[in-house]
């Protein structure tokens, strides 16, 4: 029972925007990985390609587009996570490598650790023979833009809102982005076997202090995968992400509350809340179950549940 769902981040979006590219991206991705599944690809391999597809693609935070930190340059992380065993591989502050989660599968697969940060992480994905380009691949106009904007009003910015104001305490007044590129990506899977897997990558937030890492190349916080339980890709506040734990929260709901998907995801995302966080996540269970739940007023998402077809929703559809 092949199932999968795609992300392209979560925020506040007026109903005027116009998404129709983002979501004829999202589209065409999740047509890939599908096809991938269906041609016998392991869910692994499904979740990388999609995300890859996704980083390069300059309409969304990661890879080619990722939003640019205070001193003008991109700040890259990514996970990935195999639900059979629990392997993963997640790396922090990349600016060199040219696909964060084809570098976060190296480091699963090809070292014996688990997370590598910065110039060490692209030192390593360059003696892995990997592809290395300059940090100028990954700038577009739009995210210098967006970077002098957030310069001007002193805020650090998530991608599509501005929950995060840098002096105040305060997460709420999001505001729309206005230019219309949104979040963070990430893909889930189930592949024929029953096999589950997650991948995320992002570039933060906009203006963010050099060095900050949000929660999506945490493992258990943004990124998770566990047989056992289910397949997890978040996107939003990452701090009150990684506060809640977020992932490593639905997988306890389901392994020991016997919750289902949909109750687990509530909650964690009830616990976000709690910590002035908002956002969302994609989610498969063992059973193929599928929950998209987000608390912002928009998550860019595509999925292929039990009918086989590919739905894409941005708000409520
Ligand atoms: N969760 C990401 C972070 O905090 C941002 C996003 O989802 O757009 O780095």
Redesign the pocket.
């Known amino acids: 029972m092949i199932r999968l769902a795609i992300h392209g ?1 979560a925020g506040e979006l007026d109903a005027g925007v116009d998404t129709r590219e983002q979501r004829a991206a999202l589209q065409r991705i999740a047509e890939e990985g599908l096809q991938m599944l269906r041609q016998g690809a392991t869910s692994l391999d499904a979740v990388e390609r999609m995300v890859i597809r996704l980083e390069e693609c300059p309409l969304f ?1 990661a890879g080619i587009g990722g939003v640019l930190n205070r001193d003008g340059l991109p700040e890259l ?1 990514a996970a990935i996570m195999d639900g059979r065993d629990r392997a993963c591989g997640a790396v922090a502050g990349v600016q060199r490598s040219k696909s964060p989660v084809r570098l976060a599968r190296a480091v699963m697969e090809r070292s014996p650790h688990v997370m590598f940060m910065g110039a060490g992480a692209d030192a390593l994905n360059a003696e892995l023979g990997l592809e290395v380009v300059e940090p100028a691949y990954f700038i577009t106009e739009l995210r210098r833009r967006q970077l002098r904007k957030a310069q001007t009003q002193n805020v650090i910015v ?2 599509h809102d501005s929950a995060y104001a840098e002096s105040a305490a305060t997460h709420d007044s999001p505001r729309t982005d206005a230019d219309g590129a949104f ?2 990506v990430g893909a889930v899977a189930r592949d024929a076997r029953g096999d589950l897997a997650a991948a995320t990558s ?1 570039g ?2 906009t203006n963010k202090h050099p060095g900050r890492i ?3 190349p945490v493992i258990g916080a ?1 990124t998770f995968a566990d047989n056992r339980s289910a397949a997890i890709s ?5 701090e009150a ?1 990684i506060r809640a734990g977020f992932g490593f929260e639905v997988d306890a709901r389901l392994r020991y509350a016997h919750a289902s998907l949909a109750e687990a995801g509530a909650h964690a995302l009830g616990r976000v809340a709690h910590y002035g966080g908002r ?1 969302g996540c994609i989610a498969i269970d063992h059973a193929g179950h599928i929950a998209l739940p987000f608390n912002s007023s928009a998550m860019f998402r595509a999925w292929v549940a039990e009918d086989g077809r590919i739905g894409v929703a941005v708000g409520e559809t």
């Open positions: 981040g935070n992380d998530l991608d979040g963070t992002t933060g937030l949000g929660d999506t943004g978040c996107t939003g506040t990452g992400f956002g």
